[in-house]
Each structure stands twice: as C-alpha cells, then as structure tokens.
C-alpha cells in the first residue's frame, strides 16, 4: 500500500504493489486527485476487475 486516504496522489503514481505468482505488479493511479477509499488491505486475496483505491 503506497496511498492512505485522504492523500494526494497525482496520474502515474504508484497507489498498490500487488504480488502474483511470485512478481511484483504497480498498479497506478490513472488521473490526479485525492484518496477517497482503499478497498483492499496487505494481504487480502484480490479478484480481476475488483476495485482497489477510489481517486475523486
């Protein structure tokens, strides 16, 4: 988890590392705003398509 909410975060940063079969995947932010909500929290299992960080 790289973002809390409530954060400024700005398109490109890195909001979450997600590990998947041993790798590392960036999951960044797609535009500028600010952290409304984390879904996820370390170590929860997360499926295709689930929403992980609201930016507003």
């Not at 973002?3 to 995947?25: F, R, S």
């Not at 370390?42 to 929403?51: F, R, Y």
């Amino acid at each position: 988890m790289n973002v809390t909410v409530g954060q400024a975060v700005k398109a490109g940063d890195v909001a979450i590392v997600l590990e998947a079969m041993k790798m590392e995947n960036n999951i960044n932010c797609g535009k500028d705003g600010v952290v409304k909500a984390v879904y996820v929290q370390k170590g929860d299992n997360v499926l295709e398509g689930a929403d992980i960080v609201l930016v507003e």
